[in-house]
């Protein structure tokens, strides 16, 4: 049992991570975010009465830059331990199922 829990803890403290999966993950999570953030951008333009949302169109901009940033860092540097990395993707990916929900979920504006 106490050579299970070390390796286990070893896998979870690990800061080897190959290049190609690193570059890959990386860019998978760019179009993903990119996605999420265009669509909104693509409904606030094409969608009539949505000019009371502007301050969102804004705030997007903003969560896309830092959602950038943080990528960009993972992509970066290579001593961020396993556990931690996919720790930042997994809330990478459940903000953006939140942040898109709560944006396809307002409604045109009321003249």
Not at 33 to 54: M, Q, R
Not at 62 to 68: E, F, H
Not at 74 to 87: K, S
Request: glycine letters at 4%; one cysteine or more; hydrophobic letters at 50%.
């Amino acid at each position: 049992m106490p050579k299970n829990l070390t390796e286990a803890k070893d896998k979870l403290l690990s800061t080897e991570y190959p290049r190609w999966r690193n570059f890959l993950s990386c860019a998978i999570l760019v179009l993903v975010v990119t996605g999420a953030v265009s669509a909104w951008w693509y409904v606030y333009y094409t969608t009539p009465d949505t000019e009371c949302h502007k301050g969102f169109l804004y705030f997007s901009v903003i969560w896309l830059a830092v959602q950038w940033v943080v990528i960009g860092y993972l992509y970066r540097y290579q001593n961020i331990p396993a556990f931690a990395r996919d720790a930042i993707k997994l809330q990478i990916l459940l903000g953006n199922i939140w942040f898109g929900l709560f944006l396809f979920s307002l409604q045109p504006c009321a003249q």
